[in-house]
């Protein structure tokens, strides 16, 4: 990973290195995350009901504000580099589409177009520091839902609205799934690029 994004952008080995910690353990805090909500809407259904959740649920969101403030400190590592302009062209005429479709088929990522959309306009308009930046944004947003949730454990329709927050972690995995599929790419691989002359 850390020869892919040093290919991308030029980077320290230093950085490379501490890019690489950062983002491990930020994708192992979003995972852990995913498993907290899990158990608190376990809980909400057939266990102890909201107060036992919301333990979990508050868990969910530490390790959420952590995995956001990695992510903010693998931007300012990535906003050091700058990519080259072959590499901002392969970023143009890069067929997402097909790359996209492959993933599915080998089932190396979830299919969610809309998803795989959101990504792509990242990755055409701001390469991979806007992709970090995004991906940190989606995760501060998933951990702003469950601080406003446990504000209102209290309130009867409480049980109802925390798959609602579930759903949205769901949504941030997969994106993460997506990213982390994309980042295995070889960087300036003509082989996943549109031809010029069917290119739009």
């Known amino acids: ?8 952008l030029s980077l320290s080995e230093e950085d490379l290195r501490n890019k690489k910690q950062l ?13 907290e909500l899990c158990r608190a ?6 266990g102890d009901g909201v107060s036992a959740a919301a333990v979990y649920a508050a868990a969910a969101r530490e390790r959420l504000g952590g995995a956001a403030q990695m992510l903010d400190q693998v931007a300012d590592i990535l ?15 890069l067929d997402y589409t097909r790359l996209y ?7 190396q990522v979830p299919q969610s177009a809309e998803l795989w959309q959101a990504f792509t306009e990242q990755a055409r308009t701001g ?16 951990s702003a839902l469950i601080g406003d949730w446990l504000e209102r454990i209290d309130d009867p329709a409480a049980d109802g609205a925390l798959p609602r927050v579930q759903s949205a972690m769901a949504d941030l ?3 993460s799934q997506l990213v982390a599929f994309a980042n295995k790419v070889e960087p300036r691989d003509p082989a996943w690029v549109i031809p010029r002359n069917t290119a739009a």
């Open 101 to 107: 479709r492959s993933g599915v088929s080998r089932g």
């Open 79 to 93: 906003a050091t580099g700058s990519l080259t302009e072959e590499t901002a062209v392969w970023y143009g005429r």
């Open 127 to 142: 390469g991979p520091l806007g992709i970090c930046r995004d991906m940190r944004e989606r995760t501060l947003a998933v």
């Open 173 to 175: 995995a997969a994106y």
């Open 1 to 8: 990973m850390s020869a892919v994004c040093n290919k991308l």
């Open 41 to 46: 809407l376990e809980l909400a259904e057939h």
């Open 23 to 35: 983002a491990l353990t930020a994708g192992s805090e979003l995972n852990a995350a995913a498993g």
